[in-house]
């Protein structure tokens, strides 16, 4: 009687756990065939509309992954660009699946039940840009400043700390519209612009003449600008193990340059990346449990691409933000930075 008892009991969890695989969100995007996801409008490098009118940028493309593991297409992401505040209204209000926006992960967000913080896909932090003509080389010459800010980002807590733990003075102009808020900033009604370091090298493209203008040194927060979506346990999964796909390529050399070479001669890979693209592999087990196409992986390589590709494509050397990726936190783990692939096995 005991072991049938434990029989009942395990068929009864295995049973759940496959149930709790399946999402209400994720059956949605299914449904629908498409996967609303929320960009900022306007940030070269990250996410800006080009001639046709289509969203391209480092932010943009983990939209396309999303869609590429769910639906098996990355052109079936439905990007939308959308500010700051109201992107997070919207997920709260069901209006949209997820956002890839520079959001930041902090306590109290992640603590809002209409929101779930997935995966980190860019370690940033705050900083501020200045007018060339000011004359200033350090954030510790700003006493008196005004600073244009973004209505209910982290900027103004971190604004607030680093002003009153140094005894300064400052005035904040909280502009949520980011055109407005760049053209007071642009035109001289503010001293300084403060965001995220990222933001601030895109935004500044936005000037006229942006040699006018000067990022300083000092980075004065943590911003770890993380995925969000809506709270759906299969969504989440979906979105961190597509991300964790990218970054395992990236181990390996794997791209969407060669993936078809790869997936050509399994047989000759090492076992991580059989796992990864086989069709009896762990993503195909993955597949299953997690109610996704079985080559979701391979898409989500062939169709968009590692990490370093996407950085590379949006903001290496080859792009006006000439950023060395093994010279931030973004690098790989393996080279001394924070993007750490999770063992897909």
Known sequence: MRLLTLATALAATTIAAGTAAAG????????????ICLVNPNSPGF?????????????TDFCRMAAAAILGDAEKADIRGIGFSDSMKTLVARGAHMASRSITATGTRDADAGMAFVATTFYDGQGFMVPASLGVSSAAELNGAT??????????LNIADWFSDREMSYRVENIADKTARLEAFF?????????????????????????????????ISAEPLTLVT????????????ALQVMLNADRFGITSENIESVRADLDAQPQSVQRLFADDGATADMATKLGL????????????????????????????????????????????????????R
């Open 147 to 156: 600073v244009c800010a973004e209505d209910g980002s982290t900027t103004l």
């Open 187 to 219: 035109s001289g009604k503010c001293d300084v612009y403060a965001s995220d370091v990222s933001a601030l090298n895109s935004d500044r493209l936005l000037a006229d003449d942006p040699d006018a203008f000067t990022i300083l040194p000092e980075v």
């Open 47 to 59: 996410s800006v509309p080009d001639s046709q009118g289509v969203f391209q940028g480092f932010n």
């Open 24 to 35: 209400p969100v994720l059956d949605e995007i299914k449904a629908d065939d498409s996967l």
């Open 293 to 344: 196409p079985q080559d979701w992986a391979y898409q989500v390589i062939r169709q968009v691409g590692s990490y370093s590709e996407v950085f590379e494509r949006h903001l290496g050397a080859g792009t006006p933000f000439n950023i060395t990726r093994a010279e931030t936190q973004n690098a790989s783990a393996d080279h001394g930075g924070l993007m750490y692939a999770y063992p897909i």
């Open 230 to 241: 809506q709270p759906d346990q299969a969504l989440e999964s979906a979105v961190f193990w």
